[in-house]
């Protein structure tokens, strides 16, 4: 088992290396019971995440041999993570935290912000244990260096602190974190800065992971009214924040109120910087997905108006893509295939086509995007996908009986055929064998591609995979589920009883 060192402040006057085990576990954030949705309009289910510190270093210090050191030290660990180069940059923030030891000891706002740097590398390179216990060292740190527990210095460690519980799937333990970090935002910057709209999103995502729906929408109330208290209606700042109250509704399944919260942000648009404007052209996808898939209970409202509203909002996104095809023909090509994306996803398979070939043909007459080719149809593209509950359940009856691990997985292997579906899936990897085999696979088949194409023609895209995450959770299981784990139990129990029985008798 590979190991990553871990610094930890285990008293005030030292800084110890330890090892921990760099685990495997998966990151199980996929949201429940929702639809088919398109993954472009999905944000980032890790919010709050903490970001590196920049170390400020006095001449004085700069002037000294080991604060020279440091900063060239700092200067390339910063260069590292900005590249992407995660290794090498979680070596030299173990670097930075021994110089920075060595500079100014073991009480020190500096040593708590190195300690923050090196967590924050250990996360992105998946080892949360490790992460885990720098965030909470530097934590400790700032708490003895400000003599606070509300100094803001906390704030990036205790939402690192959390991510990295999120990571590991420990969303209770998130919680309260997240609500602290919001806490000392209140109190050091006022209750209604923007700083902690980030960690308000991730708390209320750590509520919606357990359940808690009604407490993680009332957050995101709350957040929304804090950023419209904050921007006119004709700035950029709203539009991000109808933009992420969209997503939101759309990540829960609220196809409805996505719908209103993008037909909003269309007209905020519209008004404020035209109608043709390009920052219409996204929303205007978003807007096409959720709105053939609302609540047709509506008032008012029929599949057949809604699929219309829904091709209104594609069409017009790419008949602003035109008007400035000169100026930025790549805009065209992508909106083109965007449209094909919907299309496939509504049935309409030869419009589908029909769009794809022509943004193969807009490509083909811009020499200057010539490469956009590969990266829009070089290999099969996900669409949208119907979200596999990450829990399991009665289809699962071939496991055997009482045997119920914490955790497994099941990884498929499938192609896709020349309109984006995937053809011969086929299990290669689970664990428990047999468990959500058969799920997961109806589930895969279900998926919507943007097929591959060679040469302006859809072919067979061959050798994706896919791999599902699951856990036992009570919480989340139906009463049928439920019952169906109880019946088992007690025909487990029945069975050693009589086993036992047997045994006495034996002579």
Excluded at 33 to 39: D, E, P, R
Excluded at 52 to 62: G, M, N, Q, R
Excluded at 148 to 153: A, H, N, T, Y
Excluded at 488 to 498: C, D, F, G, I
């Amino acid at each position: 088992m590979a190991t990553e060192g871990c610094y930890f402040v285990n008293t005030v006057t030292d800084v110890i290396a330890m090892s921990y085990p760099n685990p495997i576990t998966p990151f199980l954030s996929r949201l429940l019971g929702i639809a088919f949705i398109a993954l472009g309009t999905i944000s980032s289910a890790v919010a709050g995440r903490a970001v590196p510190e920049i170390i400020a270093l006095s001449e004085a210090v700069k002037a000294q041999p080991t604060g020279e050191a440091l900063a060239k030290e700092q200067d390339n660990f910063r260069a590292l993570f900005t590249n992407g180069e995660f290794e090498p940059a979680l070596e030299s923030a173990k670097q930075v935290v021994a110089l920075a030891s060595e500079v100014w000891g073991t009480q020190s706002e500096q040593l708590g912000q190195a300690l923050t740097n090196l967590a924050i590398a250990q996360t992105e390179v998946s080892n949360f244990v490790a992460a885990q216990q720098n965030f909470q060292a530097a934590i400790r740190v700032h708490e003895l260096a400000d003599r606070s527990l509300v100094s803001p210095s906390l704030i990036n460690p205790l939402r690192g602190l959390a991510s990295t519980r999120v990571a590991l799937s420990d969303f209770e333990e998130a919680i309260p974190l997240y609500e602290r970090a919001i806490h000392v935002s209140h109190v050091t910057a006022g209750p209604s800065n923007l700083n902690q709209v980030e960690d308000m999103d991730a708390l209320s995502r750590a509520h919606f992971f357990i359940g808690e729906a009604k407490e993680a929408n009332t957050i995101q109330e709350k957040m929304y009214r804090l950023q419209q208290r904050n921007f006119s209606t004709n700035s950029d700042g709203y539009l991000t924040a109808l933009e992420r109250r969209a997503n939101w509704f759309t990540e829960i399944g609220d196809f409805t109120q996505a719908t209103y919260t993008l037909r909003r942000l269309e007209r905020v648009i519209a008004q404020t910087y035209g109608r043709d404007d390009i920052r219409l052209i996204e929303p205007l996808i978003r807007l096409s997905f959720v709105t053939s898939k609302q609540d047709t209970g509506t008032a008012g409202l029929t599949p057949e108006i809604a699929a219309k509203e829904a091709r209104r909002a594609v069409n017009r996104a790419v008949r602003i893509a035109r008007v400035h095809e000169q100026t930025d023909p790549s805009l065209l090509a992508r909106t083109l295939a965007s449209r094909g994306d919907f299309l496939l996803t509504t049935n309409a398979v030869r419009t589908a086509a029909n769009s794809y070939r022509e943004s193969f043909e807009t490509i083909n007459a811009h020499e200057q995007i010539a490469d956009l080719a590969d990266e829009l149809y070089a290999k099969p593209k996900i669409v949208a996908r119907e979200p596999i509950r990450p829990v399991y359940h009665q289809s699962a009856g071939n496991l055997p009986t009482g045997s119920y691990p914490n955790q497994g997985f099941v990884e498929v292997m499938f192609d896709t055929n020349s309109v984006g579906r995937p053809i011969r899936v086929r299990v290669t990897d689970s664990n428990p064998a047999g468990l959500m085999d058969s799920d997961v696979m109806r589930r895969v088949r279900r998926f919507v591609y943007r097929p591959q194409y060679v040469n302006g023609k859809a072919v067979v895209g061959q050798g994706l995979t896919y791999r599902h995450d699951f856990r036992y959770d009570d919480r989340r299981l139906t009463q049928s589920e439920k019952a169906f784990i109880e019946r088992n139990r007690k025909a487990r129990e029945k069975r050693q009883a009589e086993a036992a029985q047997a045994t006495e008798a034996t002579p």
